[in-house]
């Protein structure tokens, strides 16, 4: 399961407290270095960046314990949330028309200063946050009920995140056959040895075959004020992190996270969709669909699209649609393209190296089969096959295929030709749908406009 901490609640509420108080100090301390006295104006634009800032968090929420992020996605997502507050910031002069009030150079400064301030105080926090719940690890003693392979487990990760604030004492067992270091005594001697050591938190990783003997320490735990945590025996099965929800008063345990399930979050990516892919293809498309289909005709007989049959959300086929790059073969179905490949047409070329052939599925993308952004549908064969090789191939299919993703801005992009290659654009695509956001989708979207511009050797 993955570990949130106690203290999640607390840290992130600090952050925030910190962030708020480091804006509004640094709004104020400013207005005077520009010569800028009271003016309504500069007190609406302020009350913009903290309503800006408060949605931002909603969009790029605190990481679940901002002692572990490492300093690049520390200054990315301080950078995205100031970058949604200027958007938001500049929203509200525009609404409110009194953008050509408020100093370009005051917002260019603010903002650039806040950047270094907001990450500045978030290392320098987190390391007075981690320096005082280690040195009140004496206040957190614990103890591991059972000796078996998640109980090591349990141990390894336990000891070696000192940011835990947990001292873990040792083992107790009733299993004579399991022997190691570090086993104080049996299940019995674990009760007197609590009392006598002050300990505050038993982790139970005994089988539910000894139902009894976790119910008698169960009652033992609660009426001696200690915490009482059962370990569940699906860490001995996957690596995997799990995630802890519930139905009704059942507590049940799933193999991964997946924001899109959340109706929300499924509502405002979908609302994305629509919007860009419907204005795309009453503006742009017309015009596109115009040049090179005159120029695919000219190149070769055949039709202007390319359809074929790809695997969707939950396995399920759709007719995707692309510009035809080739001259019309029997292999189109079943070959991937190659560099040289002979059945590229001299447009055809062109249109791949610039992405152009994926534009006609912002149609699949408005009839809902696809999103911009997400893991690359592939062909039947592909799928039937890689299916077989790969364990967790079929995981990327939990949501909708996308014109772009996470996969191919990270240079998994085009042919694969090992099974390396596919093992490491199947991480990249299960990456992205655990760690969905918009704000993400749209990253995405610029960082493939941006290689359009820049070129992709993978891209033929």
Not at 116 to 124: A, D, E, I, K, N
């Amino acid at each position: 399961m993955k570990e949130v901490g106690r203290y999640k609640i607390f840290i992130s509420t600090v952050f925030l407290v910190e962030d708020m108080v480091a804006l509004n100090l640094l709004y104020f301390i400013l207005l005077p270095v520009f010569k800028i006295t009271y003016d309504p104006i500069y007190s609406l634009a302020l009350l913009s960046i903290n309503l800006g800032y408060l949605l931002s968090i909603a969009i790029v929420p605190f990481a679940d314990d901002q002692r572990r992020l490492r300093m690049q996605h520390l200054i990315e997502s301080s950078f995205y949330r100031l970058s949604v507050t200027a958007l938001i910031f500049l929203a509200c002069l525009f609404t409110v028309k009194i953008s050509g009030s408020v100093s370009r150079l005051f917002i260019a400064v603010f903002f650039s200063t806040a950047f270094f301030l907001l990450v500045t105080g978030h290392l320098l926090t987190r390391k007075a946050l981690t320096y005082t719940i280690i040195s009140n690890k004496r206040n957190r003693k614990a103890i591991i009920l059972g000796a078996g392979l998640i109980a090591q487990k349990l141990y390894k990760e336990l000891t070696g995140n000192s940011y835990l604030g947990i001292k873990v004492l040792g083992f107790f067992e009733d299993d004579s056959s399991k022997k190691r270091a570090g086993i104080l005594g049996t299940l019995e001697d674990a009760k007197k040895y609590a009392k006598e050591h002050q300990v505050t938190t038993v982790y139970c990783t005994l089988p539910l075959s000894a139902r009894s003997k976790i119910i008698d320490f169960l009652n033992f735990a609660e009426l001696n004020v200690i915490n009482f945590h059962i370990v569940p025996s699906v860490g001995y099965y996957t690596r995997t992190p799990v995630v802890l929800e519930t139905v009704g008063s059942m507590p049940i345990l799933s193999l991964r996270k997946v924001p899109l399930s959340n109706l929300h979050n499924a509502i405002l990516k979908r609302s994305f969709d629509i919007i860009v892919s419907f204005t795309f293809l009453v503006t742009l498309f017309p015009v596109i669909y115009l040049l090179l289909g005159i120029a695919i005709k000219s190149s070769s007989r055949g039709p202007v699209f390319f359809v074929q049959e790809r695997t969707g959300k939950n396995g399920e086929i759709f007719r995707c649609y692309k510009f035809r790059s080739m001259l019309c073969n029997n292999e189109a179905h079943t070959k991937q393209a190659t560099v040289n490949d002979h059945r590229k047409t001299w447009i055809g070329a062109f249109i791949r190296r610039s992405n152009l052939d994926e534009l006609p599925q912002f149609i699949n993308v408005l009839k809902g089969e696809m999103s911009i952004v997400g893991p690359r549908p592939h062909m039947l064969r592909h799928t039937e096959e890689y299916s077989q090789m790969l364990n967790k191939y079929m995981v990327r299919h939990f949501i909708k295929p996308g014109i772009t993703g996470w996969a191919q801005i990270n240079g998994f992009r085009g042919e694969t030709k090992t099974l390396g290659q596919m093992e490491g654009r199947v991480k990249k695509d299960i990456w992205y749908l655990e760690n969905w956001t918009l704000l993400l989708d749209i990253v995405i979207i610029i960082k493939t406009i941006l290689l359009f511009f820049k070129g992709d050797k993978n891209a033929y």
